[in-house]
């Protein structure tokens, strides 16, 4: 039967995409966000983070701290793109979230499953708006100067929609995007940093950032469930992976949340994964829902290698944590 032979998570922040010497760019951005959430999820600014940062953060954000802790996140993408090369996968699920890129408060999907033959990758357009080095860091999401089509497993997307379906989960499909649209950052970032040869994906998006539609930590976490059930019902003798795309905390470091969960999944503490705070799964802290939902999916397989730096970037400890893990 098919099967569920790999799991995989990741941060995908443009911090992976950018050289150390960028990171205390990030600033420029942090500290006008008008959105910024502290480690409880409530609604903070700049120069309230100023005054609660650790204690230590002038060490963490040091020049050579940064250069560390660079080396070490890449080293971990090199990691992943050789499990995810030697896998020998017949199909991948990619679940990650879209940040108004294809759907809007117009219309955003709960959960959505792309059931096209391909799906595009377009190389970002002229209309972004941000510094060169934050444009340079963005486009490495993307293809660099010509759209390419990627394979789309349609026939296991539309297998999965039917089932998910059967399991009461009220699932929004697509089968193309908007002209002249591509993939959105998370799923681009699977194609172009970890994936060493095309392997046909199934995109699965959850609406992790934007009430009032964002599934519950229960619902991602039965969702990767009904995923394996549908994997393990399709007919033939194939290898399927699943990778959720995004996290863990920002745009304030949550160290005791990243830390937390990596536990939970080490220990697959499926009571303890379900009954995550929401408040703290907000802004970009929200994209763990991805991770929770490869947790549902990936229980009969071990937490074999995890890698988690803290990835501060300003006083105020602003910043991404950046994890990384591999179950087989």
Sequence with gaps: MAQIVLGMATSHTPMLNAPPTDW???????????DLLDTDGRLTTYEAQL???????????????????????????ARMTEYLGNAQLDALIVVGDDQNELYHRDNMPGILVYYGETIANVPLGPDFKGPDW???ATARWFEESVPRDYPVDAALARHLIDVLIDRVFDISASDRLPDGKGEGHAIGFVHQRLMPQAVPI???????????????PKRCYKLGQAIRAAIESYPGNIRVGIIGSGGLSHFVVDEALDRGIIDMLRRKDAGAIQSLPREKLNSGSSEIRNWIC????????ALEWSLYEPGYRTP??????????YWA
Excluded: K, W
Aim: hydrophobic content about 40%; overall charge positive; aromatic content about 6%.
């Design 51 to 77: 005054r609660h940062a650790p204690a230590d953060i002038m060490a963490e954000i040091a020049p050579e701290r940064m250069q560390a802790r660079h080396q070490a996140v890449q080293g971990a993408i």
């Design 24 to 34: 205390p760019r990030f600033i420029e951005r942090d500290s006008r966000r008008p």
């Design 202 to 216: 199934v995109p699965v998006c959850i609406n992790t950032y934007y009430p009032p539609n964002q599934p519950t």
């Design 134 to 136: 934050a444009r340079r």
């Design 316 to 325: 105020a400890g602003t910043g991404t944590g950046l994890g990384f893990a």
């Design 294 to 301: 490869v947790a549902g999916a990936v229980s009969h397989l």
